[in-house]
Nanobody, 127 residues
């Protein structure tokens, strides 16, 4: 029902910034928890950030807290992940994900609670 497409990845030097975008088709993001996950080579996919339907509730992995910010605009069917002070260990494929909800405030850090996934965008941070 929902297709998600990430963009904005690329090569950046350590200490730099990138902003990832997630565009939805099929329906608006209203009624969905949105999350960002990432997967580095040889590692399992891990939680990065999540934002509630309302946009007023967020959660972040400890490894990115204070550096990354997730935001959304329901009217534009867009979600963003602003990444600042990037580190080499942030290098990964970043995925946008969504799951339906009836709650304005719900967020989820669990990969298996998300039903829709984008194809990912590569972020490479060089030293």
């Amino acid at each position: 029902q929902v297709q998600l497409v990430e963009s904005g990845g690329g090569l950046v030097q350590a200490g730099g910034s990138l902003r990832l975008s997630c565009a939805a088709s099929g329906r608006t993001f209203s009624g969905y928890v949105m999350g960002w996950f990432r997967q580095a080579p040889g590692k399992q996919r891990e939680f990065v950030a999540a934002i509630s339907w309302s946009g007023r509730n967020t959660d972040y992995a400890d490894s990115v807290k204070g550096r990354f910010t997730v935001s959304k605009d329901n009217a534009k069917n867009m979600v963003w992940l602003q990444m600042n002070s990037l580190k080499v260990e942030d290098t990964a494929v970043y995925y946008c994900a969504a799951t339906a909800t009836t709650s304005w405030f719900r967020v989820s850090v669990y990969e298996n609670e998300y039903d829709y996934w984008g194809q990912g965008t590569q972020v490479t941070v060089s030293s």
